[in-house]
């Protein structure tokens, strides 16, 4: 199979995204080692994972290079969708640490049993039709098909939720520096889920790619920027 140019163009994106995010949660929850603060360590390996739905884009592209061929299609779901409950779980467990920390175990328990059911579902139909889950197009895009696409847009939606809550309530704050922190995850989940919905529902090509993918890249810039706050950045916006 043709590695077609936007093909190349989408995997070397997919990759730069998938390596600055990981950076960015990778030295976020770093910082729990400093702070013992478990938010920085949960919403640090939430953001490794929060990108796993472009991993087989990044890493089928460059095999298709090496050998002609990209990911075969159960190898592709496993590798983009398995980690995406435990995900879930992990950002769920970070808000109630701000939230509701009195009601976290009942909420990381509703999420557990949801994440047990939809791991059962991804495993069996890898297994049995892969199709049901999603189709390939070409080597690195692929459409979700039924329950599956309704899980993945249920899963953007309580990320553009949970991280507006969590945004808008630092920007009430009369502290400079909480409400910077605000607007910065602002403007993070925002971008995030802009991004998310157009990867997944725009057709892909010279144009609409680059855009797309800066802006997820963009999220994980500010992202970084809202929970560990540089002194570069806090300098450069705060005036005493």
């Keep these: 199979m043709v590695l077609e140019l936007v093909d ?3 995997g070397i994106f997919s990759l730069i995204f998938v390596v600055i995010s990981t950076l960015v949660g990778l030295i976020t929850a770093a910082k729990y080692f400093k702070t013992k603060n478990r938010i920085l ?5 939430s953001w490794i994972l929060i990108v796993c739905p472009w991993w087989p884009s990044a890493t089928s592209a460059f095999i298709a290079l090496a050998t002609g061929e990209g990911l075969e299609l159960r190898m592709y779901l496993l590798l983009g969708n398995l980690f995406v409950p435990l995900f879930l779980i992990l950002f769920i467990g970070a808000f109630t640490e701000i939230y509701f920390h009195e009601k976290q ?3 990381l328990l509703i999420f557990a049993i949801i994440g047990i059911i939809v791991e059962i579902y991804l495993i069996y139909f890898v297994i049995v039709d892969p199709k049901v889950l999603g189709e390939l197009h070409g080597i690195v895009d692929i459409e979700f098909k039924g329950f599956w696409r309704y899980y993945l847009i249920f899963d953007i939606l309580i990320v553009l939720i949970i991280g507006i809550a969590i945004a808008v309530n630092s ?5 400079k520096v909480i409400k910077l922190r605000g607007k910065f995850l602002l403007a ?5 889920t802009l991004g998310a919905i157009f990867d997944a529902s725009v057709e892909l090509d010279l144009i609409t790619l680059p855009l797309i993918r800066i802006l997820l890249i963009s999220s994980a810039i500010e992202f970084y920027i809202g929970f560990v706050m540089p002194d570069l950045v806090k300098n450069r916006f705060i005036r005493e």
């Design 105 to 107: 175990k009942i909420f």
């Design 188 to 192: 993070a989940f925002i971008s995030w």
């Design 171 to 175: 920007l009430k704050s009369e502290d």
């Design 41 to 45: 360590l949960l919403v640090g390996v």
């Design 8 to 10: 190349l163009l989408n």
